[in-house]
């Protein structure tokens, strides 16, 4: 916790302690795993570059495709929110890390909403080769 990057171990972009919650929290599912793989490593990249706030919105839509199941699923919609501010609750752990986060974010945005449909083409896996 006393750098911004922190300690990722295995150098894929995630650090240990973001990765090892992510385990524990989804051990039944490689593919929730996956997407909050992706969101977790985009949020990283945000707040230790700067910029990356794009990557960000496409790792969202992608765990909103995993935990969806169509656009009108309001209970996978809930747990796709509900998983992405608990990621973001382990990310931006630190003092630093959050004001990090916000400067990223501090530049004049346009954010369209992505259709339900496009969701999936978001992910930087392929959601269909994985089981569960």
Avoid: W
């Avoid at 385990?23 to 977790?40: D, G, H, K, M, V």
């Avoid at 004001?99 to 974010?105: H, Q």
């Amino acid at each position: 916790q006393t750098t911004l990057p922190g300690v990722d171990s295995d150098a894929d972009g995630i650090r240990d302690d973001v990765q090892r919650y992510i385990i524990f929290t989804y051990p039944q599912s490689e593919i929730a795993r996956q997407s909050l793989n992706q969101a977790a490593r985009a949020l990283q990249a945000e707040i230790v570059t700067g910029s990356g706030s794009q990557q960000v919105h496409n790792a969202y839509d992608c765990v909103d495709a995993v935990f969806m199941t169509g656009p009108a699923d309001a209970p996978g919609g809930r747990a796709a929110y509900n998983s992405k501010r608990a990621l973001e609750t382990v990310v931006l752990n630190t003092p630093s890390r959050t004001t990090a986060d916000l400067s990223a974010d501090s530049g004049p945005a346009i954010v369209r909403s992505t259709p339900y449909s496009d969701k999936r083409s978001r992910c930087t896996f392929n959601p269909a080769a994985l089981l569960n």
